[in-house]
């Protein structure tokens, strides 16, 4: 964990140790940061999880839900931005780059090619999504799951590749 004082988790409340890791991926804590809301303690925990299908993790904010991040295994072919009009609050993503990459103020979404021997085998998509009382930003969250999944596809060299 890393102490920080800044306009996310902490100022006048307090400080707030930010999580240098979400769901065991390396994130730095400036990346974090602009989307927490001030406060005293932030707490990361596994959520719901499918076996070898989702895991989802919460960080919470002086016990307030702020922030989730899923990862899903899907068909290959999966779209970001089908993905972010279908399952996520939102009418139409504010910004989308190649099918593998959209996001609105309050959730970002980016698919992850998994292959073996170049041959894709699976998809895997990665939601963050930011929670009232959240700070919500588009170019917030497209660095953090940007930085996110680039550490995800360092954790499994060679197998994990993005278009």
Do not use: W
């Given at each position: 964990?890393?102490?920080?004082?800044?306009?996310?988790?902490?100022?006048?409340?307090?400080?707030?140790?930010?999580?240098?890791?979400?769901?065991?991926?390396?994130?730095?804590?400036?990346?974090?940061?602009?989307?927490?809301?001030?406060?005293?303690?932030?707490?990361?925990?596994?959520?719901?999880?499918?076996?070898?299908?989702?895991?989802?993790?919460?960080?919470?904010?002086?016990?307030?839900?702020?922030?989730?991040?899923?990862?899903?295994?899907?068909?290959?072919?999966?779209?970001?931005?089908?993905?972010?009009?279908?399952?996520?609050?939102?009418?139409e993503p504010q910004s989308a780059a190649a099918r593998t990459i959209a996001s609105t103020d309050s959730?970002?979404?980016?698919?992850?090619?998994?292959?073996?021997?170049?041959?894709?085998?699976?998809?895997?998509?990665?939601?963050?999504?930011?929670f009232e009382p959240g700070h919500k930003d588009e170019s917030a969250l497209k660095d953090l799951i940007?930085?996110?999944?680039?550490?995800?596809?360092?954790?499994?060299?060679?197998?994990?590749?993005?278009?």
């Open positions: 964990m890393i102490a920080l004082a800044s306009s996310g988790c902490g100022g006048a409340e307090g400080e707030c140790a930010v999580p240098s890791s979400l769901c065991g991926i390396h994130i730095k804590a400036e990346t974090l940061t602009p989307l927490l809301p001030p406060g005293k303690r932030i707490a990361v925990k596994p959520d719901t999880s499918v076996p070898d299908a989702i895991t989802t993790y919460e960080a919470a904010v002086d016990r307030n839900v702020v922030l989730s991040v899923e990862r899903e295994r899907r068909e290959p072919g999966a779209a970001a931005h089908d993905i972010t009009v279908d399952q996520l609050p939102a009418h959730a970002a979404v980016f698919i992850t090619r998994c292959t073996a021997q170049d041959v894709v085998k699976e998809d895997i998509s990665t939601v963050i999504r930011v940007t930085e996110y999944t680039a550490a995800l596809k360092k954790s499994s060299p060679g197998a994990v590749k993005s278009d």
